[in-house]
């Protein structure tokens, strides 16, 4: 059975903090790693990762694929209290099924 | 954990027909249910947010008399897309928020996903 798993389910920093959140994965068929943020009204995509070892970044976040430890980490430095939100793991396994992990609830403290 | 599914996992249909997709929380009642839309580049839009015993509410631009939902039950939200045409075609997912899941309330939990081609 086709699986996502992320870790920690839920994280407690304060501003100013770098965290590391994982997820890892059980699937059949890969062909992308996404994740995303979700706050209000619909989770907002961050990235899709391919290929491993190849870091994406964007401002203070950044991710990277491991295929052979069928992981990912999604790093966030210099943490503010905007980035409290759920980051969610999906994995599609391309066609029909895109599989998303329990996602991982980030508190930011003033 | 908890689990939710969606049928069929894809669908192909004629321009002009309806298609219905169902959402199911499989092992927790979940008292509200949400489908989105994926758009090209991963991105996710929420069509329109359903509970249970009650109308859904619509996000702004979303025709309600085109995308039909049903929350008829804790466990089963259905979406259906009425006079299908192949703009239509997309990838929806349903995720559904659980009434009570004890150090998680009120957690949402994504489906798999169901693709529609309309040729």
């Known amino acids: 059975e086709d699986k996502v798993v992320q870790s920690p389910l839920s994280l407690v920093v304060h501003e100013g903090d770098t965290v590391t959140l994982n997820c890892s994965y059980e699937?059949?068929?890969?062909?992308?790693l996404l994740w995303y943020k979700q706050e209000k009204k619909a989770p907002t995509f961050l990235f899709m990762l391919?290929?491993?070892?190849i870091e994406k970044k964007s401002g203070r976040l950044s991710s990277i694929l491991d295929k052979k430890e069928l992981s990912s980490i999604l790093n966030i430095t210099a943490t503010q209290t905007g980035d409290s939100a759920i980051y969610l793991c999906?994995?599609?396994?391309?066609?029909?099924?895109?599989?998303f992990g329990a996602g991982t609830r980030l508190f930011v403290k003033a | 954990g908890a689990v939710v599914s969606q049928h069929p996992s894809w669908v192909i249909c004629k321009s002009g027909t309806s298609v219905k997709i169902e959402c199911r929380s499989l092992d927790f009642q979940a008292t509200t249910m949400f489908w989105y839309r994926q758009f090209p580049k991963q991105s996710l839009m929420l069509m329109a947010t359903?509970?249970?015993?009650?109308?859904?509410?619509?996000e702004q631009g979303v025709e309600k008399d085109k995308f039909l939902i049903n929350h008829a039950s804790l466990t089963l939200s259905t979406l259906t897309v009425t006079s299908a045409h192949p703009e239509d075609s997309s990838f929806y997912i349903c995720?559904?928020?659980?009434?009570?899941?004890?150090?998680?309330?009120?957690?949402?939990?994504f489906g798999p996903g169901t693709r529609l081609t309309v040729l």
């Open positions: 359903s509970n249970e015993g009650s109308k859904a509410t619509y």
């Open positions: 391919t290929s491993s070892g």
């Open positions: 999906a994995v599609d396994t391309g066609g029909f099924k895109t599989i």
């Open positions: 699937v059949t068929n890969f062909r992308s």
């Open positions: 995720s559904a928020r659980a009434a009570l899941t004890g150090g998680r309330k009120n957690e949402q939990f």
